[in-house]
């Protein structure tokens, strides 16, 4: 589990610092307005896809008149021209291993190409549609900071309907995964405990990990680095195993 929680760790310091820039708010709200116009309305107490991305947008500090005119844009209300599209593209990384590119974009040939582009560069090919998504299951998964105690977590976690809880150290984050649907019920009810949480997010997770000698998996977690850095992508999920080993090569590459 440390490798996993120390690659969540590095991903929530790269958006930390790329906030300061605008680009994860760019990309919050892409989700704001997909989340309004189908995921049932504006009103986020009927609206659970909403809702959680809204908890998001708190955490990561987004201005409320952004936020605002994303929910309207959603509703049709903000009559810019621009369509935003949710798009799920397909491939492999280096070695084979299988990934998941999660787009929002208001310009589908742009978001392909760009995509393409990077993939090729570090090393992959992209997939046709089906040709990955067989190997992985969508979950919630809840980032807890590594400081509170593992036992209280655990405990409150299991009440509030958690299907599993993941440890991880001091520096790195403990993770909360349940059922999509259980993922902003099972967050409310740790903040209702007192513990804190610093990221809910639907997640697609691998059925079985690819293990890869460290020099190997570096070439992998940068692919999937690049990737998450372009305007239009969301998430990136893979199936590699994220050892210790792995995560520490590749942060040692980037320092």
């Given amino acids: 589990m440390s490798g996993h929680s ?6 929530r310091k790269k958006e930390a610092n790329d906030s300061k820039k605008g680009a994860v708010f760019t990309k919050i709200a892409r989700e704001i307005v997909i989340a309004v116009r189908e995921g049932g309305g504006v009103d986020p107490s009927f609206n ?9 947008a708190r955490m990561m500090g987004m201005p409320r008149d ?4 994303a929910i309207k844009r959603g509703a049709g209300d903000d009559k810019d021209g621009l369509v935003i599209e949710q798009i799920t593209y397909e491939g492999y990384g280096p070695n084979g291993v299988a990934i998941l590119i999660d787009v929002t974009t208001d310009n589908r040939n742009r978001a392909v190409a760009a995509v393409r582009h990077a993939i090729s560069r570090g090393g992959g090919t992209m997939g ?6 067989w190997q992985f299951n969508r979950k919630g998964s809840i980032s807890v900071p590594g400081a509170v105690d593992f036992d209280k977590l655990f405990e409150a976690a299991v009440n509030a309907g958690a299907e599993d809880v993941l440890q991880g150290d001091e520096e790195d984050a403990h993770e909360v995964r349940t059922e999509p ?10 903040k209702e405990a007192g513990i804190p949480v610093t990221d809910a997010e639907l997640v697609m997770i691998p059925q079985n990990e690819v293990a890869l000698e460290p020099k190997s998996a570096v070439q ?7 990737l998450e850095e372009l305007d239009d992508v969301q998430r990136v999920f893979s199936n590699l195993e994220m050892s210790e080993e ?9 320092a």
């Fill in 6 to 11: 120390h690659w969540s760790t590095i991903r």
């Fill in 128 to 133: 046709n549609p089906g040709a990955v998504a």
């Fill in 246 to 254: 792995a995560v520490a090569a590749f942060a040692e590459s980037m």
């Fill in 48 to 56: 659970v896809r909403l809702r959680m991305i809204l908890d998001k």
């Fill in 220 to 226: 992998v977690l940068k692919l999937i680095s690049n």
């Fill in 66 to 69: 952004n936020i605002d005119r």
């Fill in 181 to 190: 649907g259980e993922l902003h019920t099972v967050s409310v009810a740790l």
